[in-house]
């Protein structure tokens, strides 16, 4: 909605519930906006959209995403936009970001590229994943450490989001990787995303409620499965991502506080999946396990 008005939906919440508040939020499209942490941990969250969001589905998402990460529910502001470009406004609060061997950034960015990193155009969207959050910085430094030692051809990014970790494993081998999601908007700008970073004719994309497409099965078995999610689907996944994952292959899963990575791991542990390494950063777990040969 460039040059109109539009609606800000405002709240600020702690580090760690921010990835439970973007879930819930995305169904409502527009651009997200996230701020660094203040002094005491609080982070300002700021959901840019068209039109007014009906107030009960906005308090019933707020709710649900605060009682999954176990806090009480944020004071919520909307307020009405003066004449703006919205989406440039969002990305206002998107620096650019080194991880690992990666430099993600917005056509906003002014500054000259690194030649020493790979490089991934990102813009605020509709969909989760802009990289800047510690599950998906986590993921690059998983992916950054892994091209030291090993090369992967058959790549799955479940719950793929914008498809940042999809484009990043298309840029670091001459893989194919095919990116999911169950949301019909992830979908749509994963495949326009892979298109901007040049690697399209790499990474398939395709509408999944986790492993049950059937796109899904006729790519596999994987000798890598990206999965960015949230620590309750990934334990009831589990055992789908045993049976799709070669035998030797790895497995990076991410968006876990670091009180649920524990439970993350014991329950692949009982599929056969052996931890390898575990990448902290901030309250936030990202784990690499494999199965064994």
């Not at 580090?15 to 942490?37: Q, S």
């Not at 790499?202 to 620590?231: C, F, H, K, M």
């Not at 030797?248 to 056969?272: F, K, P």
């Amino acid at each position: 909605m460039s040059g109109g008005a539009g609606y800000v939906v405002s709240l600020a919440l702690p580090t760690a519930a921010v990835a439970a508040m973007e879930t819930a939020l995305a169904p409502f499209g527009g651009a997200l906006a996230i701020g660094n942490p203040d002094p005491a941990g609080a982070v300002s969250l700021d959901l840019y959209l068209e039109t007014a969001p009906r107030q009960q589905d906005l308090t019933a998402a707020v709710c649900a995403a605060a009682a999954v990460a176990g806090i009480a529910a944020p004071d919520v502001v909307v307020a009405a936009l003066p004449e703006t470009d919205w989406v440039a406004e969002s990305q206002k609060g998107l620096p650019a970001l080194r991880a690992g061997r990666f430099f993600l950034y917005g056509s906003h960015f002014e500054g000259a590229l690194p030649s020493d990193a790979i490089a991934l155009l990102v813009e605020a969207n509709a969909a989760f994943g802009t990289g800047r959050h510690e599950s998906t910085k986590g993921c690059l430094l998983a992916l950054s450490a892994l091209a030291k030692r090993r090369r992967f051809h058959r790549v799955l990014d479940m719950g793929c989001g914008s498809g940042v970790l999809a484009m990043a494993a298309a840029r670091l081998w001459p893989c194919r990787v095919l990116a999911v999601d169950n949301d019909p908007v992830a979908v749509k700008v994963a495949r326009v995303n892979a298109a901007l970073n040049g690697v399209a004719r790499q990474v398939a994309t395709a509408r999944s409620e986790g492993y049950r497409a059937a796109e899904v099965a006729a790519a596999g078995p994987y000798d890598l499965i990206l999965a960015n999610i949230l620590a309750e689907p990934l334990n009831a996944m589990a055992r789908d991502l045993q049976c799709h994952l070669a035998a030797g292959g790895l497995a990076v899963l991410s968006g876990l506080l670091d009180s649920q990575a524990r439970q993350v791991r014991l329950r692949h542990r009982a599929q056969g999946l052996r931890l390898c390494r575990r990448i902290r950063l901030g309250d936030w777990t990202t784990l690499i396990l494999q199965r064994p040969r």
